[in-house]
């Protein structure tokens, strides 16, 4: 069965790059996307963006300008570079299996802080 | 349009049947996906795809589709059912999208 661990800084201050990672255990990376999603407090879930195992992705288009999503060289990790980060960032970023019109598991989520 | 519409909340009696929907013209072309959102828990898929289920997932979910509208039903809604709803597909342009979620209470 395929988990999701996730990690990376929790805490940012504004202008800073958000990292973070995201390693895929007990299946395979191949053959899928991987995605990364986010809940800012009191609000709902955004797609940030999905890459796959040969390093194709796709942004949401209201953050491109700002988002890099890679692929680990060890090809069960992949990444995300978020930068110039300000107070409107702070969320719980979670990664996540895509699917054609899906997303299952999801990582259990971090919570990152822009805050000065 | 490139959005999905949720009611922000949703009420049912416990053992009673609750329907959430989702709206958006992309929903024409593209089957909704369903999370369940609990505090300090991880995203659950619920509902994928025509009306499919994941292992592990009650029956009493149940998804359906009619012109530019996805519902989730819930038959027989049970207290720990209590929990945030988001619904997912794309936009015109392929770009995924969430609605903005519905809260539901078991009451």
């Known amino acids: 069965q395929v988990q999701l661990q996730q990690w990376g800084a929790g805490l940012l201050k504004p202008s800073e790059t958000l990292s973070l990672t995201c390693a895929v255990y007990?299946?395979?990376?191949?053959?899928?996307?991987w995605s990364w999603i986010r809940q800012p407090p009191g609000k709902g879930l955004e797609w940030i963006g999905e890459?796959?195992?040969?390093?194709?992705?796709n942004y949401n288009p209201s953050l491109k300008s700002r988002v890099t999503i890679s692929v680990g060289t060890s090809k069960n990790h992949f990444s995300l570079s978020l930068s110039s980060v300000t107070a409107a960032d702070t969320a719980v970023y979670y990664c996540a299996r895509s699917k054609a019109d899906s997303f299952d598991p999801w990582g259990q989520g971090t919570l990152v802080t822009a805050s000065s | 349009s490139s959005e999905l519409t949720q009611d922000p909340a949703v009420s049912v009696a416990l053992g009673q049947t609750v329907r959430i929907t989702c709206q958006g013209d992309s929903l024409r072309n593209y089957y909704a996906s369903w999370y369940q959102l609990k505090p300090g828990q991880a995203p659950v898929l619920v509902l994928y795809g025509k009306n499919n289920r994941p292992s592990g997932i009650p029956d009493r979910f149940s998804g359906s589709s009619s012109g530019n509208t996805a519902s989730l039903t819930i038959t027989g809604a049970q207290a720990e059912d209590e929990a945030d709803y988001y619904c997912h597909s794309r936009d015109s342009s392929g770009n995924r999208l969430f609605g903005g979620g519905t809260k539901l209470t078991v009451l």
């Open positions: 007990g299946g395979s990376f191949s053959g899928y996307y």
């Open positions: 890459i796959n195992y040969r390093g194709s992705t």
